[in-house]
């Protein structure tokens, strides 16, 4: 798959990701990253994690909540594996404005 996408919502635009079929080019799934009115999340300011083969959601993390001093995650979240309570699991890291650095590890072990 090539999976692509853009922010948007700053000019009224609805961010979303799209993931393409590599080899054909047909598209197999889109994921609004701005929920619509009455949409799960349409009152949250997020990480978002995705199951890659379905686009669809599988959980969220809110960094800062009402934001209202434009503390938007500015850096890349990077991927990781690591021990946690004696076995290997998924985890990600973001350093935000508010100065902290978020880890968040994963319920489920690494394959």
């Known amino acids: ?3 692509t ?5 700053d000019m009224g635009t609805r961010g979303r990701i799209k993931a393409y079929d590599a080899r054909s ?11 619509g009115p009455g949409q799960f999340g ?6 978002v994690a995705l199951d890659v083969k379905t686009g669809k959601y599988r959980w969220h ?3 800062v909540h009402h934001d209202l001093w434009d503390y938007d995650a500015p850096n890349p979240v990077v ?3 690591a021990p946690f309570h004696g076995r ?9 404005k508010t100065g902290y650095v978020l880890q968040i590890a994963a319920q489920n072990p690494a394959p």
């Open 61 to 63: 993390f809110q960094e």
């Open 42 to 47: 349409h009152d949250t300011v997020s990480i």
């Open 1 to 3: 798959m090539v999976i």
């Open 88 to 96: 290997m699991c998924k985890g990600l890291v973001e350093a935000g």
């Open 25 to 35: 080019g047909e598209l197999r799934w889109t994921f609004y990253t701005v929920p």
């Open 5 to 9: 996408g853009f922010a948007g919502s």
């Open 79 to 81: 991927l990781f594996d």
